[in-house]
T-cell receptor, first 115, second 110 residues
């Protein structure tokens, strides 16, 4: 069973709000990812965690702050976002990092609207 | 520079009309290539991983093939439920990460 669960499915937030996106997987995967996807565009990598340690940050603005509390959970903390940050945020996981050849499985995504 | 190009951008088929989607890539040190299906408003759903030229994989009406420069996703006798965006993503290259193409939007009409 390959399942990555993301909450909430939809989030509307003001530019001064603080909110968080959550992601959970119970497949025993040790790599977890955050991607951002704008309409009619492919997913763009934001962060990679490997064995609960941040291994890749794709020069993402500091208003996005990832956290990996344990091997099953991944959070994305949001603060002082801009309207252009509105997008579908995808969490994903794999056994090990893709560089080692393993399949990445995606969640259903969290739709974020910044007003 | 690593690049991925998918064609066509959009494809409209009649139910039962077979066709192929193309993914051309320039990725140094290719380590593998993923195909995903994505329905509107949802996350990508994994279809196949191909690791070496000449490899083929099948799943229901879909078959993916890989050469040194391209991958094809063949759709045989498609049904309306096959309508989706199909994304290819080679990995490897200078960054050793997934490089997503822009996708092919497939619409299958009954």
């Amino acid at each position: 069973d390959t399942e990555v669960t993301q909450t909430p499915k939809h989030l509307v937030m003001g530019m001064t709000n603080k909110k968080s996106l959550k992601c959970e997987q119970h497949m025993g995967h040790r790599a977890m990812y955050w991607y951002k996807q704008k309409a009619k565009k492919p997913p763009e990598l934001m962060f990679v965690y490997s064995y609960e340690k941040l291994s890749i940050n794709e020069s993402v603005p500091s208003r996005f702050s990832p956290e990996c509390p344990n091997s099953s959970l991944l959070n994305l903390h949001l603060h002082a976002l801009q309207p252009e940050d509105s997008a579908l945020y995808l969490c994903a996981s794999s056994q090990v990092r893709t560089t080692d050849g393993d399949t990445i499985y995606f969640g259903e995504g969290s739709w974020l609207t910044v007003v | 520079e690593d690049q991925v190009t998918q064609s066509p951008e959009a494809l409209r088929l009649q139910e039962g009309e077979s066709s192929s989607l193309n993914c051309s890539y320039t990725v140094s040190g290719l380590r593998g290539l993923f195909w995903y299906r994505q329905d509107p408003g949802k996350g990508p759903e994994f279809l196949f991983t191909l690791y070496s030229a000449g490899e083929e994989k099948e799943k229901e009406r879909l078959k993916a093939t890989l050469t040194k420069k391209e991958s094809f996703l063949h759709i045989t006798a498609p049904k309306p439920e096959d309508s989706a965006t199909y994304l290819c993503a080679p990995y490897g290259g200078a960054t050793n990460k997934l490089i997503f193409g822009t996708g092919t939007l497939l619409a299958v009409q009954p």
